[in-house]
């Protein structure tokens, strides 16, 4: 740290964000992409002509894609908010909604690990609910009305899901706080609360084009909620970077919703390929938790997390391992193709039999 770094940030421990290493090619199972590539519309959308137009500025307003995703979704484009990823929208809800002196935050121990960097980047006080002995979230600890909710649903890195009735129970008991439903995973078997946004006036869904839509790389994620909570997200958008999502993955967002259905079916093909993965783990003596998610959280009696995800690595495999002391047993994988899942398969296999004699 430099001399001149604000002190209120000394101590403040940043996300550590999965690999993305430039070393080798991996099979890459770590941070949750789709193996699929974005559908052909979206490669049609970047055109030389298009590339050329970056001399100019971006639309503020991103008003054609917010038009697409409200019409895609049943919405006006005055419940749409579009950001630089989804963490960007995270980033400011916790700026807009969770303002130290008023409210705080409450969100499960076990989540995604953003949560907790964005309460200390703004002195947000933090609630950190443990989760129930099987990992699910018990709705109860969420209906205090006395802060406001985050929650990942399907939850990471576990993959269960809340039904939609149990989202709907904690948002009715916050009639006083913004509860917001993180559903980056929810395409993949969950059950997505967008249609409470029209009964509710304290729910932000929150979503992005990371997972079910193949564009982690074009860095797009959008909100849905009620129009005044549109309008605080804009306010903080226009305080800090009005451009902030670039011409190109305008097009490229745009573009894709209006392919939903290829992104579904790749959805199907990622669940069925979950289905195999969970199986075969679990012949080989794996403890998978139930995932609605495109990723599975599963452990070994017969070998550690930890040494697992190295043995992985140096057969050019990436999953994630965190070293959070109640889930480092386990590791988060990624469920990409069929040919991946078998490879994965086959190496766990090996790598277990390797132990087993030495
Ligand atoms: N929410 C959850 C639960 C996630 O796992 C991730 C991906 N790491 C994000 C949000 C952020 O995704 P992105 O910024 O790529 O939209």
Not at 159 to 183: K, M, S
């Amino acid at each position: 740290m430099s001399r001149f770094m604000a002190e209120r940030y000394a101590h403040l421990e940043a996300y550590t964000p999965g690999e993305q290493p430039t070393d080798m090619k991996y099979i890459k199972l770590n941070t949750n992409e789709s193996p699929f590539p974005p559908s052909p519309g979206v490669l049609r959308a970047i055109s030389q002509e298009r590339v050329r137009e970056l001399r100019l500025y971006s639309d503020p307003d991103c008003n054609l894609l917010r038009r697409a995703i409200a019409k895609q979704f049943g919405f006006e484009k005055q419940n749409v908010f579009v950001s630089n990823g989804s963490d960007d929208i995270l980033n400011f809800s916790f700026m807009a909604f969770c303002d130290g002196t008023k409210c705080g935050v409450a969100f499960p121990e076990i989540s995604y690990g953003f949560y907790q960097v964005y309460a200390d980047l703004y002195g947000v006080d933090a609630k950190k609910i443990a989760l129930a002995e099987d990992f699910s979230i018990r709705i109860s600890d969420y209906c205090y009305n006395d802060r406001t909710v985050v929650i990942a649903n399907p939850n990471a890195p576990t993959g269960i899901a809340l039904t939609r009735e149990e989202v709907e129970q904690i948002v009715a008991a916050n009639p006083d706080h913004v509860v917001l439903i993180d559903e980056a995973y929810v395409d993949f078997g969950g059950e997505s609360a967008l249609e409470l946004v029209k009964k509710y006036d304290n729910l932000l869904v929150v979503r992005t084009f990371s997972k079910s839509y193949s564009l982690a790389g074009a860095r797009l994620g959008f909100a849905i909620g009620h129009p005044a909570l549109i309008a605080d997200l804009e306010k903080i958008k226009y305080s800090t970077n009005p451009y902030n999502i670039n011409r190109l993955t305008l097009l490229a967002g745009t573009a894709a919703i209006e392919e939903n259905d290829y992104y579904m079916e790749n959805c199907r093909r990622i669940i069925e390929n979950r289905a195999y993965l969970t199986d075969s783990l679990r012949a080989l003596g794996f403890e998978v938790l139930p995932s609605c998610a495109n990723f599975i959280f599963a452990k070994s009696d017969q070998i550690g997390g930890e040494e697992l995800y190295l043995a992985l690595k140096a057969r050019g495999i990436l999953v994630r391992h965190f070293t959070k002391e109640k889930i480092k047993n386990y590791n988060r994988i990624t469920i990409g193709t069929m040919e991946e899942m078998q490879i994965l398969t086959n190496t766990v296999r090996a790598i277990l039999a390797e132990k087993s004699e030495r």
